[in-house]
Each structure stands twice: as C-alpha cells, then as structure tokens.
C-alpha cells in the first residue's frame, strides 16, 4: 500500500519569507500528485495537480508554485508569503485499484502554516 | 462550472438514530464520485469511489449510493466514534483528473 509523507507537520513563518513543502510518496509509481489548502472550517481548495514530471497544473494563480522534480516528489514553495496563506495543506495522490478496478485517492497527515 | 454542494452542513445524531448525507454534483462526464472522512486536525480518509448512476458501496456502517445528480452516504446505527467531517469530491467534465471537493458535513453522534 502507498505512503505519504509530508514535512515539517507544522510551521510559523513571517509574511515575505520563503516557503517549500515537500510531499513523497511510497509504494506507487508514476501517480497523479495534488496539493490541497484548508481554511480552518472550510472544504479543500485544490492549489497543483500533476500527472507526471515535470507535468503541474495550476488552479490558483497566487504567489504559490508547485515542481515535480521525481516521480514520487511533489514540492510547494513561495517566494514571499502572504498572511491569507495560512491553512493546512495536504498533498494526495491518485492511485488506481486493480482489485476494485477503481482510483483512489490518498492524502498525507498534512502541514499546518501559520504566517504571523 | 463543475460544482459539488454538501448537506446539511451539520448533523447531530443520537447514537443508533440512522441517518443521510447528501452530496449534490453539477459535472459533465463524471470520471468519479469519491467520498471521505476526516477527523480534526489530520488529512482526510479515503472511504469510497463511485462511478456510474446505480452504484452502491459499503463499509461497515456506512453505505454510499450514486444518482446522476447526487449521492447519498448512509450512516446505519451510529456510534460517537462515527463523529467527523464528511468530505464529497468529483473529478470529470474538462477537469480530467482534476477533483473538485465540497465544503463538507459535520457529523456529530451523541452517546
């Protein structure tokens, strides 16, 4: 069965500082990678997905971007963070269930951002 | 404009009072309905996917259907442990593999 890691588990930055997640994945090859954003209470707000390397699609057209430098890496940064980028983000990938003839998708245990 | 709408917003049950969820989608060429739980503070679990308008799925308690506007999550004599957000996303139309997710229920089941 797939892993995901995702670090650090938390995280308190300045507004304008620097950002980079990093999210791997285990026991999969070649899946389909996304990264998601939670505003406390709220549903996910897809930010990348990406279907393969160096492959990233944008749905928010921010001050966050997104790279794929492996199959199984899927990386999160920003040159200068704002405040409305707290939340929690959460990287997940698509994996296809030959025993269900289904895809799935699972998430890490997420990153918790507070930009102060 | 793909669209995924969850009610109620939230549910309080007592424990053993059965209960629906809904999860209403507006996508073209559904590619898949999937749904999840997630607890407070952690990444959402994955519990179903569903494709085609018929479809039913169970695990343990729970029971998720598919219609070809919405679909149900069925909670059969729950417990407080059932106590969680429920999370409906799509992915289809000219998304591809995109997934489109819903605000969530709030389920709450009292002892």
């Known amino acids: 069965s797939q892993t995901i890691h995702q670090w650090p588990a938390t995280l308190v930055q300045p507004v304008g500082s620097p950002l980079s997640l990093e999210c791997t994945v285990e026991?999969?090859?070649?899946?389909?990678l996304y990264w998601y954003r939670q505003a406390a209470g709220r549903g996910l707000q897809l930010l990348f997905y990406s279907v393969g390397i160096g492959q990233i699609s944008s749905e928010v057209p921010q001050n966050l971007s997104a790279s794929r430098p492996q199959d199984r890496q899927f990386i999160l940064s920003s040159k200068k963070l704002l405040l409305s980028d707290s939340g929690f983000y959460l990287c997940?990938?698509?994996?296809?269930?030959?025993?269900?003839?289904?895809?799935?998708?699972?998430f890490g245990p997420g990153t918790r951002l507070t930009v102060t | 404009e793909d669209q995924v709408t969850q009610s109620p917003e939230a549910l309080r049950l007592q424990e053993g009072e059965s209960s629906s969820l809904n999860c209403s989608y507006t996508v073209s060429g559904l590619r898949g309905l999937f749904w999840y739980r997630q607890d407070p503070g952690k990444g959402p679990e994955f519990l179903f996917t569903?494709?085609?308008a018929g479809e039913e799925k169970e695990k343990e308690r729970l029971k998720a259907t598919l219609t070809k506007k919405e679909s149900f999550l069925h909670i059969t004599a729950p417990k407080p442990e059932d106590s969680a957000t429920y999370l409906c996303?799509?992915?289809?139309?000219?998304?591809?593999?995109?997934?489109?997710f819903g605000a969530g229920t709030r389920l709450f089941v009292k002892a």
């Open positions: 997940a990938c698509l994996k296809w269930n030959r025993q269900g003839s289904s895809y799935e998708q699972y």
């Open positions: 026991g999969t090859s070649n899946p389909n």
């Open positions: 569903l494709y085609s």
């Open positions: 996303a799509v992915q289809g139309g000219t998304g591809g593999f995109k997934t489109i």
